[in-house]
């Protein structure tokens, strides 16, 4: 998920900054948490049973803030390259307003109590699969998929994806289609949502050697690949709407974002580096802005269906 | 001896004693509500209370 935070913090001068509890909070990655508070509550909302509203609101606390654990985690051990990086300079760790030691402190503090109060308030399978997804963003995507394969935002877009499938299982305490299904859709969403962003940072992470496709492969490799995925990717959502989390409502907003967002992608394919130089990568930056709103528009239409009463709009 | 903070030092170690003292507030109560939710789903629960329970007795035919 996008972790694109352009906000603005004082960097450090010397080693006396005093950290404030909103600078602790930022180790947290706030932006990431709210999607994945919300792709984890239409997982909750689309399961075949529910919660009690106490028990929902819990799991969904601490969902969110295993996710954030894994986002301390991850400023913990990729401060020398966020440092580099315009897009990530201000982080509180890089910044120096939060020592890489208290990171990992808070990293892993509240990771492990997240998943013990997610296994207390719902099942062992959601915690597990919430110590799951902390280790493969923290120690497989960051620790080694990062610097070491430009395939790091496929495979790592699996941390990204568990949210929903964890809401499910919190619910009904097993995996099923429909959870993989969820997983799915962000699964094959991050790569071209990825290398968008990848596209119009230029060189950030040339700057910062991490080996992303557009500095191992080229940017015409990319914008390929932005093109290939974005086709799988439409298959996959429309296609979902003919299964039991779709429905009438479902298939009409996946095929109008789908019509939009291939349309961006056949855009971003056509264009070369001459181009998007000439506009500042408008395009590029378009369709990255675009693919926000496609996961929030394709989880609102699940939510929806999931809620409303059966009938002419719910489920087929 | 004490330390000679600045004001925004000072400002800024209380915001975060603070936002600690929250946190922590609001997830002692989130306990003691889910406590109270997992209780209820188990049921009525009776407690041997040294009191004979005509409910508890066999049932005695004629």
């Known amino acids: ?316 | 001896m004490f330390e000679n903070v600045t004001s925004g030092v000072h400002d800024k170690r209380q915001s975060r004693n603070v936002g600690v003292a929250v946190c922590l507030s609001a997830f002692i109560v989130l306990l003691f509500v889910l406590t109270a939710v997992k209780i209820q789903q188990l049921g009525a629960v009776e407690g041997f209370d040294h009191a004979p329970r005509p409910a508890l007795a066999e049932r005695v035919d004629g």
Do not use: C
């Open chain 1, 1 to 316: 998920m996008s972790d694109a935070s352009l906000d603005i913090a004082p960097r450090s001068t010397s080693g006396d900054y005093e950290p404030s509890f909103g600078d602790y909070f930022a180790l947290l990655k706030p932006r990431v948490m709210s999607l994945v508070v919300f792709t984890a509550l239409v997982g909750l909302l689309a399961a075949p049973a529910s919660l009690h509203p106490v028990e929902a609101f819990a799991a969904l606390l601490f969902i969110a803030i295993g996710a954030g654990a894994s986002g301390a985690l991850n400023m913990w051990w990729d401060a020398d390259i966020d440092a580099v990086m315009k897009r990530t300079a201000k982080r509180p760790v890089p910044s120096g307003r939060v020592s890489a030691t208290d990171a990992l402190y808070v990293g892993v503090a509240l990771s492990l109590l997240s998943v013990m109060m997610l296994w207390l308030t719902t099942n062992a399978l959601a915690a597990g699969l919430l110590a799951f997804t902390i280790f493969f963003y923290a120690v497989i995507y960051s620790m080694w998929l990062k610097r070491s394969t430009p395939q790091n935002i496929v495979i790592g877009g699996a941390a990204g994806a568990f949210p929903p499938m964890i809401g499910w299982v919190a619910v009904t305490g097993s995996v099923s289609v429909e959870a993989v299904l969820m997983f799915a859709l962000i699964f094959m969403w991050t790569p071209p949502h990825f290398w968008a962003l990848a596209l119009f940072m230029r060189s950030d992470y040339d700057d910062a050697g991490v080996p992303m496709l557009t500095v191992t492969h080229g940017r015409r490799a990319t914008r390929n690949h932005i093109l290939g995925y974005t086709i799988a990717l439409a298959a996959l959502a429309v296609g979902a709407a003919f299964t039991s989390i779709g429905g009438p409502l479902y298939l009409a907003v996946a095929v109008i974002a789908n019509a939009i967002f291939l349309r961006d992608a056949v855009r971003i394919w056509r264009r070369d580096e001459t181009d998007a130089e000439a506009d500042n990568f408008r395009v590029e930056k378009a369709f990255f802005k675009f693919s926000l709103l496609y996961l929030f528009l394709h989880f609102g239409a699940i939510w929806v269906e999931a809620v409303l009463p059966a009938g002419a709009w719910s489920g087929w």
